[in-house]
């Protein structure tokens, strides 16, 4: 038997970045997994959906960026482009500041399906941070606050 306060909780351990950051991930892939289920609302495959949302949040853009920011090759980003356009979810642009290149822009069809697709996801997961109690919400907004800045560039 000890002298400890039997109210007195016992010290957590810190727990090591290899750790916090194996359980993040775990977690955050998860989480997208579940959500992703939203999307098959939209009637768009999952690399047809991430490209139209890097046109909607970062375009107008080459064919050769678009392909560089999903990480596949040319030959692919143009099959994905071409689908996208027969949708009327992108339209291919000239770029104004070279003639030889082509810029990828939205639609406003296209812009509507994404967005509507990120309110779906947003209330599916706003559901079920609703069950949890107001302490618990309050770490996950200041557990937030860390992953934003962690998601942020290095300066």
Do not use: F, K, W
């Given at each position: 038997?000890?002298d ?9 351990p810190?727990a ?8 993040l991930?775990?977690?955050?892939i998860h ?15 999952a ?12 375009g ?7 392909a ?5 090759r040319?030959p692919?980003?143009t099959r994905?482009?071409?689908a996208?356009?027969?949708a ?8 104004p500041?070279d ?8 639609t ?6 994404l ?5 779906r ?16 919400l309050a ?6 606050d860390?992953?934003?800045?962690l998601?942020?560039p290095?300066?």
């Amino acid at each position: 038997m000890t002298d400890r306060d039997p109210i007195t909780p016992t010290p957590v351990p810190p727990a090591s970045p290899a750790a916090v950051a194996d359980r993040l991930h775990s977690a955050a892939i998860h989480l997208l997994r579940r959500l992703r289920l939203e999307d098959a609302a939209s009637g768009l495959t999952a690399p047809r959906l991430s490209a139209l949302s890097v046109v909607v949040y970062a375009g107008p853009l080459t064919l050769g960026a678009l392909a560089a920011a999903e990480q596949v090759r040319p030959p692919t980003m143009t099959r994905i482009v071409a689908a996208l356009e027969r949708a009327d979810l992108v339209t291919r642009q000239p770029d104004p500041t070279d003639r030889r290149q082509v810029l990828i822009a939205t639609t406003p069809v296209g812009r509507c399906l994404l967005e509507e697709g990120r309110s779906r996801r947003t209330a599916s997961l706003a559901q079920r941070l609703s069950a949890l109690p107001n302490d618990e919400l309050a770490n996950l907004a200041r557990a937030t606050d860390l992953i934003e800045r962690l998601a942020r560039p290095p300066d």
